[in-house]
Nanobody
Framework: QVQLVESGGGLVQPGGSLRLSCAAS????????MAWYRQAPGKERELVAS???????NYADSVKGRFTISRDKAKNTVDLQMNSLNAEDTAVYYC??????????????WGRGTQVTVSS
């Protein structure tokens, strides 16, 4: 019912920048919270940043001041601007959305992920 497609990952040098984008499509009433998570090899998936329908944002301590999350509610998209990247940011980044699909029904949707590699 809900599809999330990420784009914008790739290889970047330390200190560089990348912008990730995620577009939601399908049949739904509205999207509440949208977020970016990441999972590095051998580690658990962790929240990177989230943004509510009221544009309240939340960031992991490790990315505060470097990453910025934003969304376009009209287009059902969420972006993650990542600056001052370092090797510890290397991971697969996943888009997440908490979506209203019915009068009282919600679903937690995930994209397939996009690889971000920070290396010289």
């Amino acid at each position: 019912q809900v599809q999330l497609v990420e784009s914008g990952g790739g290889l970047v040098q330390p200190g560089g920048s990348l912008r990730l984008s995620c577009a939601a499509s399908g049949s739904f009433f509205s999207i509440n919270r949208m977020a970016w998570y990441r999972q590095a090899p051998g580690k658990e998936r962790e929240l990177v940043a989230s943004i509510t329908s009221g544009d309240i944002t939340n960031y992991a301590d490790s990315v505060k001041g470097r990453f910025t999350i934003s969304r376009d509610k009209a287009k059902n998209t969420v972006d993650l601007q990542m600056n001052s990247l370092n090797a510890e940011d290397t991971a697969v980044y996943y888009c997440n959305a908490y979506v209203r699909i019915g009068f009282t029904s919600y679903v937690d949707s995930w994209g397939r992920g996009t690889q971000v590699t920070v290396s010289s």
